[in-house]
Antibody, heavy 120, light 108 residues
């Protein structure tokens, strides 16, 4: 049974960067798209971007292009999302989610979420 | 970017009733690229329906999806207490993926 386990909560200063990890266990890693989705307090879901490790291909929401970096480490079956130049409104819960397949498939398995608070 | 508009914003129903949730797209989307998720308070989303009408693993038969083009529907028949939650539609085709704003199904 595949599980995604994310790193713990972070409190960051404006202008800094945060890196969130997402470790997959119990299944194949590299053949599936790993996506990052965030949810600000009391708000809906917002897709940030994703990666298909076996192809090394990435897609990003235009809003985050240039500010978000998504990488994977296949030996450790871990994906990473780094968001730079943090602003107060980046305060959110960040989720990783594995797709059913590669691009163009729904998000089947979700991590538990990582709370990121941007505060001075 | 494709915009998904969900309606109503909130649906107040009693257990045992049926719920019909709407998701309208700003442009035509292939039905293979539409999904529905359930999110309960304090939890992450759970995939219910993908490719507009296919139930994900372990999802009860009272959840069904339909639609094509720009109009998609999630139907929950005979609401159970555990079904009161927020529901999001999503389109995952193309270069940018988007979610609808959500419909909250609350106990009347």
């Amino acid at each position: 049974q595949v599980q995604l386990v994310q790193s713990g909560a972070e409190v960051m200063k404006p202008g800094s960067s945060v890196k969130v990890s997402c470790k997959a266990s119990g299944g194949t890693f590299s053949r599936y798209a790993i996506n990052w989705v965030r949810q600000a307090p009391g708000q809906g879901l917002e897709w940030m971007g994703g990666i298909v490790p076996i192809f090394g291909s990435r897609k990003f929401a235009q809003k985050f292009e240039g500010r978000v970096t998504i990488t994977t480490d296949e030996p450790s079956t871990t994906a990473y999302m780094q968001l730079s130049s943090l602003k107060f409104d980046d305060t959110a819960v960040y989720y990783c989610a594995r797709s059913i397949g590669t691009w163009g498939t729904a998000f089947e398995i979700w991590g538990q979420g990582t709370s990121v608070t941007v505060s001075s | 970017e494709i915009v998904l508009t969900q309606s109503p914003g909130t649906l107040s129903l009693s257990p045992g009733e049926s719920a019909t949730l709407s998701c309208r797209s700003s442009e035509s989307v292939s039905s293979v690229y539409i999904a529905w998720y359930q999110q309960k308070a304090g939890q992450g989303p759970r995939l219910l329906i993908y490719e507009a009408s296919k139930r994900a693993t372990g999802i009860p038969g009272r959840f069904s999806g339909s639609g094509s083009g720009t109009d998609f529907t999630l139907t929950i028949s005979r609401l159970q207490p555990e079904d009161f939650a927020i529901y999001y539609c999503q389109q995952y085709g193309g270069s940018s993926l988007t979610f609808g704003g959500g419909t909250k199904v609350e106990i009347k």
